[in-house]
T-cell receptor, first 113, second 110 residues
Framework: KAGVTQTPRYLIKTRGQQVTLSCSPISGHRSVSWYQQTPGQGLQFLFEYFSETQRNKGNFPGRFSGRQFSNSRSEMNVSTLELGDSALYLC????????????FGEGSWLTVV | TQLLEQSPQFLSIQEGENLTVYCNSSSVFSSLQWYRQEPGEGPVLLVTVVTGGEVKKLKRLTFQFGDARKDSSLHITAAQPGDTGLYLCAGEGGAQKLVFGQGTRLTINP
């Protein structure tokens, strides 16, 4: 069974640009959640999608957005990038919304210069 | 806002020693999970504890969930260099899906 796949693995962007990250969940998993990991703040929850609907949202500004497609694949977008957005962005999938093990992808490393 | 405080943040010990990592909160969690993360990879689930007072063992690793479901500990016996990594605790119990501790960066020296 293929794991959670995230693309791209590494990318460098300039301040003010926008970026889109992609996540393909494990086959059959309908819940996809996104996390930001930085050395200073650790792992922080961004949002969760289930059946193409955002179900939960963390404390991040509106520049961070996401969506989920009918095949459960998800994308997250960050607009007007700031230096502080440099981080490892992790996607995780699970079969349902709660009470299930979540499986993380390897992450997308974003560097903003 | 639910918070998890993990300690210590850094721990460097010799092979064969024992160690304990703590995860504390003032909030109650429906479950608490422990992950291990290697450099360049995503976190991998080690264990989930659900019941207050629950103890789970995974080879040389022992996980305990506090009676009040607000804290947890990870104990490693006879640590080996292969145990080196970032250990994260995470609580499930609210709109924030999983709340993570800051992590404990563990180094086991041969």
């Amino acid at each position: 069974k293929a794991g959670v796949t995230q693309t791209p693995r590494y990318l460098i962007k300039t301040r003010g640009q926008q970026v889109t990250l992609s996540c393909s969940p494990i086959s059959g998993h309908r819940s996809v959640s996104w996390y930001q990991q930085t050395p200073g703040q650790g792992l922080q929850f961004l949002f969760e999608y289930f059946s193409e609907t955002q179900r939960n949202k963390g404390n991040f500004p509106g520049r961070f957005s996401g969506r989920q497609f009918s095949n459960s694949r998800s994308e997250m977008n960050v607009s007007t990038l700031e230096l502080g957005d440099s981080a490892l962005y992790l996607c995780a999938s699970s079969p349902a919304l709660a009470g299930n093990t979540i499986y993380f992808g390897e992450g997308s490393w974003l560097t903003v210069v | 806002t639910q918070l998890l405080e993990q300690s210590p943040q850094f721990l460097s010990i010799q092979e064969g020693e024992n160690l304990t990592v703590y995860c504390n909160s003032s909030s109650v969690f429906s479950s608490l999970q422990w992950y291990r993360q290697e450099p360049g990879e995503g976190p991998v689930l080690l264990v989930t504890v659900v019941t207050g007072g629950e103890v789970k063992k995974l080879k040389r690793l022992t996980f305990q969930f506090g009676d009040a479901r607000k804290d947890s500990s990870l104990h490693i016996t006879a640590a080996q260099p292969g145990d080196t990594g970032l250990y994260l605790c995470a609580g499930e119990g609210g709109a924030q899906k999983l709340v993570f501790g800051q992590g404990t960066r563990l180094t086991i020296n041969p």
